[in-house]
């Protein structure tokens, strides 16, 4: 009995506590922490050091921006990093290491010397070293050549990730590189002081007004400086261009300062940020405070491509969206990648016409396709999501385009250019700007962006076969998803005729489309602008075709396997549903020149190349199939122009292999340096010996690891490397074609390739392999 008496005593005491925790923790608030400023200043090694360390100190200003009292300041950074002090203001300070349970990144918990009150601000100061003992990317390297960190490398300390619900932490700052001598840096914001002459100070400084995150590349470029309207705009090329490279770099310079001239004319007056236009060999498509980076290639084509002219022009808007204003909280990336998006087919639309826009829609609907029946709802997405990317930026840019319809461009353009100057530091978040439109645009507008962002995507507009009842053709339309849609409807008659009609199909239900003739109707299609994002387009039109992505795969396997009849059959298809797809015209193109009827092949390439914003894949492409007809024609002169031309379009693998490969046929006395062939020879002994102390001497630091490794793990019987062709690419690299005959584990094999070599002080090094492949 006294037993029971005391538990009922102590359960009471419990209860009369309870009351009293849960008021102290509503009493105490939540602490968020929101940086205010970083001051970064990282060191590089030395020249020829041995270790691929990166020193760094990082001063984080932040203010409690919660409604608790902050006691720790948490730090997420990269797994290799290690920190050796740390300070809050001038006092050093104790932490506890963990892992952050969201990224599974490394985490130090700081113990704040004194309480931080909401509204107090800090300064902390983590030194730490970050080495790296792996293969070097694009996210992170340290080489001979260059070293790169961009903040997906996690590179510095900072309180919150992207995979944080409030998202990564943006503000102004003020960024030093202690770069090897010789080297140059590059980074976001204004460089003070710049570049004496020819003198690269060892201390490079960069001061960033605006939000952004910091990084930074070193290296070896050549500039070209905007004049005029498009002051303040530089691009990089590598050392080692030429004129065609120059004028390259000045259309693109051009191009960035018709995209700052518009969105001033939409969202207010140009941030003042210096607009930097980078070539890179790896991390190309990245952008922060008005630096893109782009794929060195984007200087050696003919002329801008569609995929470098999305990077620049999405570059110069987030001056503004998340620049100028930053973009904070859950949902960012609808904001900082699909409004975005959004905005950049806007200027692509006035730059280089309804077609060009059209086109880069096409590209976005074709690629959310792919992810379409698995992207989680846009409003809570995450990049720890595998779709969060391709479901933010081209989903994203759909749903902006549904908010345009129904506000009226005009009237939308003016909301968002109100609401980013209204927003100050607090920045734009997704809910504010949801509930102005809401209000704007009412019940309708708020449905449509509930159904849109707080869910994943399970409309499907499906349309039947026209069917004739007395004077009028009627088809069949069905609607799967939860919110009406207003959509159009598009008929063909067997003339080629087209009308139109619009009507609504409600919710999970069906509904009809009309069209008032007596021709025959041949094809009907619904929401032909696509407007709304779908888990299947292919449904769309009666009779149906296959679906774009699956017709464009089955395509390329039955003009590969020989079908070159039917592959040809594929291509129209594709063309007929989508005329502006640049992959299914080349596609046609290549089955004509299979079939060698030349005239249409050369009609149909020079129509692909005459695109105002061809893909790299295209002009690539485009040029293998004008050099292959040259060729045909006794041109050799002109076809190994052309060969060259498609080598230096660089539009991935497959036509890069084609253009080397016919090159290396149609030219009898191909280049070859000497040296080249002498360090093939000392490769190939090092690869037969499988010594690691051999191979890293030949194979630049922090590259190629995977293919080393395999060696010294198992050596050949046979390695023998001939040098079939050499081709400087500027600088101190250069491409090599070769071919390789080798015995492994008793087995013969024989391989062609590209080999890039580089040289490292007076001694040439293996870079890279971007081609290999076995016959």
């Known amino acids: ?45 030395a020249s020829g050091a041995t270790e691929r360390v990166l020193t760094g100190r990082a001063n984080i200003s932040a203010r409690n921006v919660g409604s608790g009292i902050g006691r720790t300041f948490t730090v997420r950074f990269n797994t290799a990093a290690e920190i050796k002090t740390v300070t809050v203001g001038d006092a050093p300070a104790t932490f506890s290491k963990g892992t952050d349970a969201r990224s599974k990144l490394p985490l130090a918990q700081i113990n704040l010397p004194a309480d931080f009150p909401p509204n107090a601000t800090l300064k902390v100061t983590i030194d730490y070293r970050l080495p790296l003992t792996g293969q070097n990317t694009g996210l992170a390297a340290i080489s001979p050549e260059g070293s790169q960190f961009l903040p997906l490398s996690f590179w510095y300390p900072a309180p919150n990730t992207p995979y944080a619900a409030r998202g990564a932490d943006y503000a102004p700052v003020h960024l030093t590189v202690n770069a090897p001598s010789g080297e140059m840096v590059v980074s976001t914001g204004q460089q003070p002081g710049g570049i004496e002459g020819n003198r690269l100070p060892v201390g490079q400084t960069f001061d960033q007004k605006l939000n952004a995150q910091p990084f930074f590349l070193t290296g070896k470029w050549e500039t070209v400086e905007g004049t005029g309207g498009a002051r303040g705009i530089s691009a990089y090329m590598l050392t080692g261009g030429g004129a065609d490279e120059r004028r390259q770099a000045e259309a693109l310079i051009a191009l960035a300062s018709a995209a700052r001239a518009y969105f001033a004319s939409l969202l207010g007056p140009a941030p003042d940020a210096p607009i930097r236009l980078i070539a890179v060999r790896r991390g190309a498509g990245y952008d922060m405070g008005g630096t893109v980076l782009l794929e060195a ?35 960012a990336g609808v904001l900082r990648e699909g409004l975005v998006r959004y905005l950049a087919t806007l200027f692509l639309e006035k730059q280089f016409g309804h077609d060009a826009a059209d086109a880069e829609r096409l590209r976005e609907r074709i690629a959310y396709m792919a992810i379409a029946k698995r992207d989680a709802p846009l409003a809570q997405t995450s990049p720890l999501d595998a779709t969060y990317f391709t479901s933010v930026a081209d989903k994203g840019a759909m749903v902006w385009r549904l908010v345009e319809r129904s506000l009226g461009r005009d009237a939308f353009i003016n909301l968002l250019r109100a609401q980013l100057q209204a927003a100050g530091d607090n920045g734009l978040t997704l809910v504010a700007l949801r509930a102005t439109l809401n209000e704007r645009g009412g019940a309708p507008l708020k449905t449509l962006l509930d159904a849109q962002l707080d869910g994943p995507t399970e409309t499907d507009l499906l349309v039947g076969l026209p069917q004739q009842r007395g004077g009028e053709w009627v088809s069949a339309l069905r609607n799967t998803g939860s919110q009406d849609v207003n959509v159009r409807v598009l008929a063909t008659t067997d003339a080629g005729q087209t009308l139109t009609t619009d009507t609504t199909i409600p919710a999970h239900d069906f509904g009809e489309a009309r069209f008032k003739t007596a021709a025959k109707l041949a094809r009907v299609e619904v929401d032909p602008e696509k407007l709304y994002p779908q888990i299947d387009y292919a449904n769309d039109i009666a009779p149906r075709e296959p679906g774009l992505d699956e017709a464009l ?28 797809m640049q992959e299914a015209r080349i596609l046609l193109a290549r089955t004509f020149l299979e079939q060698n009827k030349l005239a249409d092949a050369e009609r149909e390439f020079r129509a692909a190349l005459d695109d105002k914003l061809p893909l790299p894949a295209t002009q690539a492409w485009g040029a293998f199939g004008l050099a292959e007809i040259a060729q045909r024609k006794g041109q050799t002169s002109e076809a190994l122009k052309l060969y060259n031309e498609a080598v230096r379009a660089d539009g991935g693998t497959p036509p890069t292999i084609a253009a080397r490969t ?26 037969h010996g499988g010594h690691k102390a051999d191979l890293d001497q030949l194979v630049v630091p922090g590259e190629l690891i995977s293919f080393t490794k395999a060696f010294i793990t198992l050596q050949p019987d046979v390695w023998q490397t001939r040098v079939l062709r050499t081709d400087s690419l500027g600088g101190d690299r250069i491409a090599a074609d070769v071919t390789i005959t080798a015995k492994l584990e008793g087995r013969d094999k024989t391989e062609t390739g590209v080999y890039i070599l580089t040289r490292v002080g007076n001694q040439l090094r293996l870079a890279e392999i971007p081609i290999l492949e076995e016959h």
């Open 553 to 580: 795969e089955e395509a390329t396997r039955v003009l590969r396997g020989g079908d070159y009849g039917k592959a040809e059959t594929l291509a129209r298809a594709m063309l007929q549903v989508a005329p502006l």
């Open 662 to 687: 016919a090159r290396l046929k149609a030219d009898p006395t191909p280049p070859v340096d000497e040296a080249v062939k002498q360090f093939m020879t000392q490769l190939d002994q090092a690869i």
């Open 297 to 331: 290639a984007a200087f050696r084509r003919g002329k801008p491509d569609a995929t470098s002219v999305l990077a620049i022009t999405e570059a110069v808007a987030h001056l503004w969206l998340g620049g100028a204003t930053p973009i904070r909280n859950e949902g």
């Open 1 to 45: 009995m006294k037993q029971l008496r005391a538990l009922q005593f102590l359960c009471g005491l419990i209860l009369l506590a309870t009351p009293v925790a849960f008021a102290r923790a509503q009493t105490e608030g939540v602490v968020i922490w929101q940086v205010t400023s970083f001051d970064v200043t990282a060191t590089l090694p």
